[in-house]
């Protein structure tokens, strides 16, 4: 970034009275006027310099020596210049022109991130509320590529401050907090946006799983967080990552039915009939061992609906080809549809 969009990226992150000081324009003019070095050698341009150390305050020299930058392809200090006029103009309190200029930077750069946000500014300067939040978006999104986390979660404070924020700018703010250790408002603002998401829906199931990511990064002890990570990946169809996770889970809770229960759900959806047979005997067996025999005998009929010649199941039941035949009229629905409700 050159040196007058650092001056003009620090000072819009002050207040508003502090930024247009004629200090400030003069500081930004003088910059403008001596960053022609790599020019010398063009006759035009030769001129304009000595025009512009005589009359370092027409607006018709810094024009013309934009268009001369124009046609060299350097955008970037054609943007300067018109940020430098834009700025007297702006001192002068004439915010239609300060706005005209910074529109022909834009049509210039588009993508520029200090040029979207000075526009932003001046857009809210003019009252213009409804454009301001999307070129706030884009200069974030410019700060972002450019690793400046910083000024990113400035911009991005400023559209959630106007009440414009979208679900994905949230978790774009969020993710930065987090990797520059702003856990607790992090936190903060994540747990809003999953309540949002539990009580409304409409959400993107991708949006809610990053949430529930960035949430689980921040305590990776939490039960509940980690259920609902389980529950959005089968809900998004992604079978082989809720596996994943609950198998971690169940590496500290091997006993937990709920969790044995979905598993044996994941199973099922990967046509892993095999694991989620096994998975049933575990849960049979953990029913046995709190006495519950109606449960046990529930999951080795479901066995016996799988793989009908199962000899645990049939040891276990005792049964005979008869009742072997009426084997589905028995199986209740416990395995499918139950969430995890209850991690106890």
């Known amino acids: 970034m050159s040196g007058i969009l650092k001056k003009i990226t620090g000072l819009l992150k002050k207040d508003v009275k502090e930024v247009f000081s004629a200090e400030t324009v003069k500081n930004i003019t003088k910059a403008v006027n001596t960053d022609v070095a790599d020019m010398v050698g063009d006759s035009k341009a030769q001129r304009l310099l000595g025009r512009l150390e005589r009359s370092p305050d027409n607006i018709d020299f810094h024009i013309e020596l934009a268009e001369v930058y124009k046609s060299y392809k350097k955008l970037d200090k054609a943007v300067d210049?018109?940020?430098?006029?834009?700025?007297?103009?702006?001192?002068?309190?004439?915010?239609s022109q300060a706005n005209y200029f910074i529109s022909i930077a834009l049509n210039l750069v588009p993508e520029h991130g200090p040029l979207n946000m000075f526009s932003a500014d001046?857009?809210?300067?003019?009252?213009?509320?409804?454009?301001?939040?999307?070129?706030?978006?884009?200069?974030?999104?410019?700060?972002?590529?450019?690793?400046d986390r910083m000024t990113a979660i400035f911009l991005l404070?400023?559209?959630?401050?106007m009440n414009k924020a979208t679900d994905k700018d949230i978790l774009n703010l969020a993710g930065l907090m987090i990797a520059e250790n702003?856990?607790?408002?992090?936190?903060?603002?994540?747990?809003?946006?999953?309540?949002?998401?539990q009580n409304k829906g409409g959400a993107s199931l991708r949006d809610k799983e990053a949430c529930l990511m960035m949430l689980h990064s921040l305590n990776k002890d939490d039960k509940y967080v980690l259920a609902e990570l389980v529950e959005t990946r089968i809900?998004?169809?992604?079978?082989?990552?809720?596996?994943?996770?609950?198998?971690r889970m169940l590496s500290s809770d091997s006993k937990n039915i709920a969790l044995l229960k979905r598993k044996a759900y994941v199973y099922k959806m990967l046509e892993d009939r095999e694991s989620q047979v096994k998975i049933f005997k575990v849960i049979a067996t953990i029913y046995a061992e709190e006495g519950n025999l109606v449960y046990r005998n529930i999951f080795y009929h479901k066995i016996l609906k799988i793989?009908?010649?199962?000899?645990?199941?049939?040891a276990i039941l005792k049964m005979d080809d008869k009742l072997k035949e009426n084997v589905s009229a028995k199986i209740e629905n416990t395995d499918s549809k139950i969430k995890l409700v209850d991690l106890e």
């Open 157 to 161: 404070r400023r559209i959630r401050d």
């Open 182 to 197: 702003m856990n607790n408002e992090a936190g903060s603002m994540l747990k809003a946006l999953l309540d949002k998401f």
């Open 307 to 314: 793989f009908p010649n199962d000899v645990e199941a049939l």
């Open 81 to 95: 210049i018109y940020i430098g006029i834009a700025q007297k103009y702006l001192e002068q309190q004439n915010l």
């Open 235 to 247: 809900e998004m169809k992604e079978y082989e990552r809720a596996l994943v996770l609950l198998k």
């Open 122 to 147: 001046v857009d809210i300067r003019m009252g213009r509320y409804s454009e301001a939040p999307s070129k706030y978006r884009k200069a974030a999104g410019y700060f972002i590529k450019k690793h």
